[in-house]
């Protein structure tokens, strides 16, 4: 049977496998993004594996796109069952140019993605290419037939994100539509990750406040956001709890109004990257990403002299327990004393936006 999209990959055992060994090592299950990563990875992997060797050597020249190389020759994308099937029989071959058939095949794909061009005419990150490679890896090792000599892309050098000052962002703020301006006030004002805002639909709730859409009918501020993160729960606490402010609650406010909605931002995740390369080119800046947006919230409270350890996790990082146990214990159940903490220092992420 051939797939068609990445979400087809779920109806094999083979990738069933694969969400099976991810929520046996982070101890649930993995979160929306981790599992969509893999799915894509995984799914472009099928169809270059699907190509003959001339038009995988067309791909990893740039000569023609996968989507091309697959209409070209008309060739159905495998499932990843055929693939560890016929991996099975090439394992037990005695040649080794047989045995080792994938190696050459996986080192071609890393080859060809590396590549591939994103918009803006550049070739994908190594941080693109090493995720692909963890998520074609993760497919071989849930069938113990795990790759040999595959050689890890090298270590991506640290990007070097703008982090905006106050003035910045306020000219950002007001030079966005309301949708995107709503988006960065509350990413700004809370730290959480990109993915995370994406996906919240305002039916999170906290203990002690409610779900975020009835805290914002309230009119209660700061609105606590309380989440509920598996990627962290095998290397961390699995929550965390940070806060949307008085100027993220007015862009809701703008931007919401009296709308019905399933998620707060309806923005794809690459639309949104999109939106913030349209902001650099009209303010001449380089590197201000969405990410730009949670480094201000980082480094504004540690400026501030706000404990680290509670403000990487009020962003969602893993924090072991054994470290901030206790504070961070007394946070979560006493919110009302951790909104305290987050209004005694919202001066510093304040920016003067009035809407």
């Known amino acids: 049977m051939s797939i068609k999209t990445k979400k087809d990959l779920l109806k094999f055992s083979s990738m069933q496998r694969v969400i099976s060994d991810l929520t ?9 993004s981790t599992e969509s990563a893999f799915l894509l990875y995984t799914f472009k992997f099928c169809q270059f594996f699907s190509l003959s060797l ?18 070209k020759e008309k060739t159905a994308v495998v499932s990843p069952d055929v693939i560890m099937e016929e991996r099975k029989k090439h394992w037990q071959s ?3 140019d047989i045995r080792l058939t994938h190696e050459q095949i996986v080192k071609r794909f890393m080859i060809a993605l590396s590549q591939e061009k994103v918009r803006g005419g550049k070739l994908s990150s190594t941080g693109k290419v090493s995720y692909a490679l963890t998520a074609v890896r993760a497919l071989y090792n849930a069938h113990y037939r795990s790759l040999m000599n595959i050689p890890t892309p090298g270590s991506v050098p640290e990007i070097t994100y703008k982090v905006p000052t106050r003035e910045e962002l306020l000219k950002v703020v007001e030079l966005a539509e309301p949708k995107l301006r709503s988006w960065i006030l509350c990413d ?18 906290s203990s002690r406040f409610g779900t975020i859409k009835e805290q914002l009918r309230k009119g209660i501020c700061p609105i606590h956001v309380y989440i509920i993160r598996q990627k962290t729960k095998r290397s961390g606490l699995g929550f965390y709890s940070t806060f949307f402010g008085e100027e993220a609650i007015v862009g809701l406010e703008e931007w919401l109004g009296r709308r019905r909605y399933q998620r707060i931002f309806d923005i794809a995740e690459r ?11 009209k303010l001449g800046w380089k590197n201000f990403v969405p990410k730009s947006c949670r480094k201000f ?17 009020m962003m969602g990082h893993s924090v072991k327990k054994a470290e901030v146990a206790y504070i961070i214990e007394r946070l979560r159940d006493h919110p009302e004393e951790h909104a305290k903490l987050y209004q005694d220092n919202y001066n510093v992420l304040r920016i003067g936006w009035k809407g």
């Open 24 to 32: 046996a090592k982070r101890g649930g299950s993995p979160s929306p």
């Open 54 to 71: 001339e038009l995988q050597n067309l791909v990893m020249q740039s000569k023609v796109s996968l989507d091309q190389a697959l209409a």
């Open 94 to 96: 005695s040649d080794d």
């Open 188 to 205: 700004k004002d809370s730290g959480m990750s990109p993915i995370d805002l994406l996906n919240l639909t305002g039916n999170e709730e």
């Open 271 to 281: 639309t949104l990257e999109w939106s913030f390369q349209n902001l650099c080119e």
């Open 297 to 313: 919230f980082d480094s504004e409270l540690k400026f501030a002299k706000v404990d680290p350890d509670i403000v990487k996790w």
